[in-house]
């Protein structure tokens, strides 16, 4: 069955730590792996990674993709109490279908 | 429009009732899914569109639930005999394009928040 799993499941952090989210997964036929930012109802993109090793930047916020491995980071850096939400990580298949894990639920503490 | 949009925003109803949710993808967008997410879950894959057809339904958890989309842009999502399990937040997303057109982002509707009473 194709599964994908987040941890931590929750993370609290005073503002300017650090922070990673980690993402594994098991499926069939990938595609895509995705990341989201979560904060009241709708998710946000954030990254959309294809390829291993290639980290994609965004201000604070990277991501990075190991397919051998099966599974992706995501790092914030300097966190402000804005990135406070549910971090979702999903992934493609090749069918189109899309695989979310449970979130990672971030607290910053200001 | 600027995004995708869902009606109602919320919906209260009683068990056993049928209700209908309403999704309004961005324009152009040729795929559509909808999503179920419990409290504390992420969101979990229901059926997705290309086009008018139903490309992949094997989320749907029962033959309660069916979802149409006749003319490849709004689709409704049907739910009968509800039943108190069924509360959840009705998540949709539009994506420009699916398939053989490689991956592509899923933009997300702010979701209808049903409870079934």
């Known amino acids: 069955e194709d599964k994908v799993v987040q941890s931590p499941l929750s993370l609290v952090v005073h503002e300017g730590d650090t922070v990673t989210l980690n993402c594994s997964y098991e499926?069939?036929?990938?595609?895509?792996l995705l990341w989201y930012k979560q904060e009241k109802k709708a998710p946000t993109f954030l990254f959309m990674l294809?390829?291993?090793?290639i980290e994609k930047k965004s201000g604070r916020l990277s991501s990075i993709l190991d397919k051998k491995e099966l599974f992706s980071i995501l790092n914030i850096t300097a966190t402000q109490t804005g990135d406070s939400a549910v971090y979702l990580c999903?992934?493609?298949?090749?069918?189109?279908?899309?695989?979310f894990g449970k979130g990672t639920r971030l607290h910053i503490l200001p | 429009g600027a995004g995708v949009s869902q009606t109602p925003s919320n919906k209260v109803t009683e068990k056993g009732k049928y209700v209908e949710l309403r999704c309004d993808p961005i324009?152009?967008?040729?795929?559509l899914y909808w999503y179920r997410q419990s409290l504390g879950q992420g969101p979990e894959f229901l059926i997705y569109f290309q086009g008018t057809g139903a490309a992949d339904d094997s989320g749907l958890p029962n033959d309660r639930f069916f979802a149409v989309r006749p003319e490849g842009s709004v689709s409704t999502l049907k739910i009968q005999r509800t039943e108190r399990g069924d509360s959840a937040v009705y998540l949709c997303?539009?994506?420009?394009?699916?398939?053989?057109?490689?991956?592509?982002?899923?933009?997300f509707g702010p979701g209808t928040r049903l409870l079934v009473l």
């Open positions: 324009s152009g967008h040729t795929a």
């Open positions: 999903a992934v493609e298949l090749l069918d189109d279908k899309i695989i």
């Open positions: 499926v069939t036929n990938f595609r895509s």
């Open positions: 997303a539009s994506s420009p394009q699916g398939g053989a057109g490689g991956p592509a982002t899923q933009y």
């Open positions: 294809t390829s291993s090793g």
